[in-house]
């Protein structure tokens, strides 16, 4: 699967504060947005762990939100995949009431099985930039526990979210295709 993801503007982030979750109209809006992405992304074997989604409001210009969650089981097997996507409110007038709509911005693979941990919770935004908490496979390790700490730098800026392996310290683990 190729990166299909949108672009977000670099001043939306770099502005953003982290708040607490947004009123339950919202929520459910976001929650309705990031349905219909994983509707698109599952095979006919592969689901959405729903527990452990994860939604961040990111308010700023765009009023942003970032959703977390894992697809586990693609093909059958025993295996799970990590993403993150970039929603924004559709409210396009101040006639219209904030929270309602969300639109898709972009989205990327993160981590999962034999690649690396992240977690949904712990993350910082830094110029335009996602910078999150992971764990990577060191050597010995096995398929379900990474050790090693970690960070996964995704970047918005007028282009695709994107990983941006010359950003990562040296030895972070590339990006599965």
Known sequence: MGTACRAVGAVALALAILLP?????????????????VAQLVDKTAK????????HALPGPGDLSLVFF???SFGGGNNYTYYMAAFADLA????EPRGRRYRLLGFDVIGGAGWR????????VDGGCIVLTTREY??????????????????????????N???MPAGDAAPHP
């Open 70 to 72: 894992t697809l586990e």
């Open 165 to 167: 392996p010359a950003l």
């Open 48 to 55: 959405e762990y729903r527990a452990a989604r994860r939604v």
């Open 138 to 163: 060191a050597a010995g390790d096995p398929m379900s526990n990474p050790t090693r700490p970690g960070t996964a730098r995704y970047c918005f800026a007028d282009r695709p979210m994107q990983f």
């Open 117 to 124: 941990a992240v977690d949904f919770e712990h993350f910082k």
């Open 21 to 37: 979750a947004r009123h339950a109209a919202a929520q459910g809006a976001i929650d309705q947005a990031a349905n219909a992405l």
């Open 92 to 95: 396009v007038s101040a006639k």
